[in-house]
T-cell receptor, first 117, second 117 residues
Framework: GENVEQHPSTLSVQEGDSAVIKCTYSDSASNYFPWYKQELGKGPQLIIDIRSNVGEKKDQRIAVTLNKTAKHFSLHITETQPEDSAVYFCAATHRGAGGTSYGKLTFGQGTILTVHP | EAQVTQNPRYLITVTGKKLTVTCSQNMNHEYMSWYRQDPGLGLRQIYYSMNVEVTDKGDVPEGYKVSRKEKRNFPLILESPSPNQTSLYFC????????????????FGPGTRLTVL
């Protein structure tokens, strides 16, 4: 099945710096890659996603890049702020047999991001 | 308010005592899913449901059951809980799964922390 590896497991930056989190996936059939932010005591929340027909997507200070050939994708946060401190998860779809199942989702292990004021 | 609710939020039980964690969404979503979150392992999908009466296994279905008799509810059943099922559980829903032409946001519930002694 699909396997998603996420690095680093912890990341500490100063306010205003950039943060980059990287993920690799194993299933070349995966076509949807969401990123989630989880604040303490809450459920994950979708912050950005990218589909396999796109190489990069931006939303204000957040961007995601995808390299299908290398099977890796990355989250970039610029001008980090203390409120960006949270756990971030990448994920990838896992198509079922015959390529028709769109319900399975495999997550990375998570990155604890700390932004110091 | 659009939301996914889970009950109970906290539960301590003993090995072998059947329990049910309820999940309900008020957004008329067709897709619902259960995940467990463990330190260092990220979120792992237990079961998902593409629609009423349609359920399928995720990556870690052993020891769990689900049912989808109506669109808004997706209970998670542990027939004979064991200590290795101690975890933080999240229910989630989205309009229509993943991998479609239109981007779809998955909404997570607040989580249920389960301890099996």
């Amino acid at each position: 099945g699909e396997n998603v590896e996420q690095h680093p497991s912890t990341l500490s930056v100063q306010e205003g710096d950039s943060a980059v989190i990287k993920c690799t996936y194993s299933d070349s059939a995966s076509n949807y890659f969401p990123w989630y932010k989880q604040e303490l005591g809450k459920g994950p929340q979708l912050i950005i996603d990218i589909r396999s027909n796109v190489g990069e997507k931006k939303d204000q200070r957040i961007a995601v890049t995808l390299n299908k050939t290398a099977k890796h994708f990355s989250l970039h946060i610029t001008e980090t702020q203390p409120e960006d401190s949270a756990v971030y998860f990448c994920a990838a779809t896992h198509r079922g047999a015959g390529g028709t199942s769109y319900g399975k989702l495999t997550f990375g292990q998570g990155t604890i991001l700390t932004v110091h004021p | 308010e659009a939301q996914v609710t889970q009950n109970p939020r906290y539960l301590i039980t003993v090995t072998g005592k059947k329990l049910t964690v309820t999940c309900s969404q008020n957004m008329n979503h067709e897709y619902m899913s259960w995940y467990r979150q463990d330190p260092g392992l990220g979120l792992r999908q237990i079961y998902y449901s593409m629609n009423v009466e349609v359920t399928d296994k995720g990556d870690v279905p052993e020891g769990y059951k689900v049912s989808r008799k109506e669109k808004r509810n997706f209970p998670l059943i542990l027939e004979s809980p064991s200590p290795n099922q101690t975890s933080l559980y999240f229910c989630a829903s989205s309009l229509d799964g993943f991998g479609l032409a239109v981007a779809d946001t998955q909404y997570f519930g607040p989580g249920t922390r389960l301890t099996v002694l």
